[in-house]
């Protein structure tokens, strides 16, 4: 079964296909911010996918044009609360400023 694969703490879970992203990072007990509730407006949930893109739903045109007005994105990346994963592959991502603590 694929699997969705969390760094920098090395979680693995295996989730339902369509698991959005940002509820399997949330109830994995990682920290990620929500601002906007999931609405592809704050921005706060960006996160790079690293391995297994197809594995994760298409970008929507909302997350398109939220991605465009951030700093430090790349081929990358994704916005967590609009990114589900297919369980058709294995996933990996990253989250973006959660190396302290
Ligand atoms: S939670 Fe705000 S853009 Fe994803």
Redesign the pocket.
């Known amino acids: 079964m694929p699997t969705l694969t969390l760094k920098p703490s090395g979680k693995t879970l295996e989730l339902p296909a369509g698991t959005q992203l ?1 509820k399997a990072i949330l109830d994995a007990g990682e920290q990620l ?14 996160i790079f996918v690293t391995e297994g893109r197809k594995g994760v739903s298409r970008l929507t045109p909302a ?1 398109n044009a ?1 991605l465009d007005t951030l700093v430090g994105v790349s081929s990358k990346s994704r ?4 990114a589900n994963f297919l369980g058709t592959e294995n996933v990996t991502i990253e989250l973006l400023g959660a190396l302290s603590g």
Do not use: V
Request: proline content about 0%; hydrophobic content about 30%; some cysteine.
């Open positions: 940002l911010i929500s601002k906007c509730g999931g609405q592809a407006s704050c921005g706060a949930c960006h997350e939220k916005l967590a609360c609009q």
